[in-house]
């Protein structure tokens, strides 16, 4: 920040957050929040300092910085203020869930998710933590392959998005629930559940989230052999918001992916082969997991135009899969 406001004008770094989250700084969200902490820290606001360290915390996701935000959700969830309100508590958890199962550890994801829900069970007014805490189990379920598991929850998600939930929130909700029903191959609900986020999900608000959600519908939609004119409208939404932000390696190579997978369901193998060859040709972890599901979508393009090179693909996918396995254990 390059006017950075007083220590102890709290509200100026509130503002200083919702523009950069309006302009897709994710960078910059996070720089005001952490700046909120240290004002709110220095003033006694203990409760302050946790609701800028939680917004410190979604900008760490947004970025992709996933051993950062774990140690910070762990800080939050044995903060003095966490251990006197269940709700706060609850929400770290949730926090702490999401870095987990970003970071493939299912395990710890499911267990943080399930306390969460625990603390929030003799208090049934707080619908909107509730609701988050119910996206990240299921979320968490799908990623560990029970995605039965996860559907078992899906009316207990939904009643809460029916509550009077603020538009961000309710969209993520169902954005969750819209996943999930393509997972568990019923696309039609899929599609109507996401549409239903599409309507409540707004670049004004978050545009990085904006363009997350389009570029996961569209692929999914892909994946279950959906290709049609809303499909080409979800990647072209997200490419429009990576025009205007500076997306993370993990977002610019997911949109590639997306991209290549159209290329495939229309066809255009040519096109798709040079998406991916452009997006991998400068990488700035060549060894990230978020990769492999690229090389093997690239592999399978491969295999009617250069069967050779398909088989170079699959052992690159084989490798950093191996990495990110010993990374886990």
Same mark, same amino acid.
């Given at each position: 920040?390059?006017?950075?406001?007083?220590?102890?004008?709290?509200?100026?770094?509130?503002?200083?957050?919702?523009?950069?989250?309006?302009?897709?700084?994710?960078?910059?969200?996070?720089?005001?929040?952490?700046?909120?902490?240290?004002?709110?820290?220095?003033?006694?606001?203990?409760?302050?300092?946790?609701?800028?360290?939680?917004?410190?915390?979604?900008?760490?996701?947004?970025?992709?910085?996933?051993?950062?935000?774990?140690?910070?959700?762990?800080?939050?969830?044995?903060?003095?203020?966490?251990?006197?309100?269940?709700?706060?508590?609850?929400?770290?958890?949730?926090?702490?869930?999401?870095?987990?199962?970003?970071?493939?550890?299912?395990?710890?994801?499911?267990?943080?998710?399930? /306390? #969460?829900?625990?603390? &929030?069970?003799?208090?049934?007014?707080? =619908? *909107?933590?509730?609701?988050? $805490?119910?996206? %990240?189990? !299921?979320?968490?379920?799908?990623?560990?392959?029970?995605?039965?598991?996860?559907?078992?929850?899906?009316?207990?998600?939904?009643?809460?998005?029916?509550?009077?939930?603020?538009?961000?929130?309710?969209?993520?909700?169902?954005?969750?629930?819209?996943?999930?029903?393509?997972?568990?191959?019923?696309?039609?609900?899929?599609?109507?559940?996401?549409?239903?986020?599409?309507?409540?999900?707004?670049?004004?608000?978050?545009?990085?989230?904006?363009?997350?959600?389009?570029?996961?519908?569209?692929?999914?939609?892909?994946?279950?052999?959906?290709?049609?004119?809303?499909?080409?409208?979800?990647?072209?939404?997200?490419?429009?918001?990576?025009?205007?932000?500076?997306?993370?390696?993990?977002?610019?190579?997911?949109?590639?992916?997306? /991209? #290549?997978?159209?290329? &495939?369901?229309?066809?255009?193998?040519? =096109? *798709?082969?040079?998406?991916? $060859?452009?997006? %991998?040709? !400068?990488?700035?972890?060549?060894?990230?997991?978020?990769?492999?599901?690229?090389?093997?979508?690239?592999?399978?393009?491969?295999?009617?135009?250069?069967?050779?090179?398909?088989?170079?693909?699959?052992?690159?996918?084989?490798?950093?899969?191996?990495?990110?396995?010993?990374?886990?254990?």
């Amino acid at each position: 920040m390059s006017h950075r406001p007083p220590l102890h004008d709290l509200r100026a770094f509130e503002s200083a957050i919702r523009r950069a989250l309006g302009s897709g700084n994710q960078a910059a969200a996070l720089e005001a929040a952490t700046c909120g902490v240290e004002a709110a820290r220095q003033t006694g606001d203990g409760r302050a300092e946790w609701q800028f360290q939680f917004a410190a915390a979604e900008a760490l996701h947004a970025l992709d910085r996933y051993r950062e935000l774990l140690d910070l959700a762990r800080s939050m969830g044995n903060s003095a203020v966490s251990a006197r309100d269940n709700v706060i508590h609850a929400r770290s958890l949730t926090m702490e869930a999401t870095a987990q199962r970003c970071q493939g550890r299912t395990g710890p994801a499911l267990s943080a998710a399930q /306390r #969460a829900l625990d603390l &929030l069970q003799p208090i049934p007014e707080h =619908a *909107a933590t509730r609701a988050k $805490a119910y996206q %990240t189990l !299921i979320a968490a379920l799908v990623q560990a392959g029970r995605s039965d598991e996860a559907w078992s929850h899906h009316q207990e998600l939904a009643s809460l998005l029916d509550l009077e939930l603020d538009d961000q929130t309710a969209g993520k909700g169902f954005w969750t629930l819209g996943n999930l029903a393509f997972f568990v191959t019923e696309s039609d609900m899929g599609l109507d559940y996401h549409a239903r986020a599409s309507r409540l999900l707004s670049p004004a608000n978050d545009i990085q989230l904006w363009a997350r959600f389009n570029r996961a519908s569209a692929d999914l939609q892909l994946q279950a052999g959906i290709a049609v004119d809303q499909t080409r409208d979800c990647i072209d939404r997200a490419l429009m918001a990576h025009e205007v932000t500076e997306p993370t390696e993990m977002d610019r190579i997911g949109l590639a992916e997306t /991209r #290549a997978r159209w290329g &495939l369901a229309v066809g255009q193998l040519s =096109a *798709a082969d040079s998406v991916l $060859a452009e997006a %991998t040709a !400068i990488l700035e972890d060549s060894d990230a997991a978020y990769l492999v599901p690229a090389y093997r979508l690239w592999a399978e393009i491969l295999d009617a135009l250069r069967p050779t090179d398909a088989a170079d693909k699959r052992a690159e996918a084989n490798r950093i899969e191996g990495i990110a396995a010993a990374n886990l254990s």
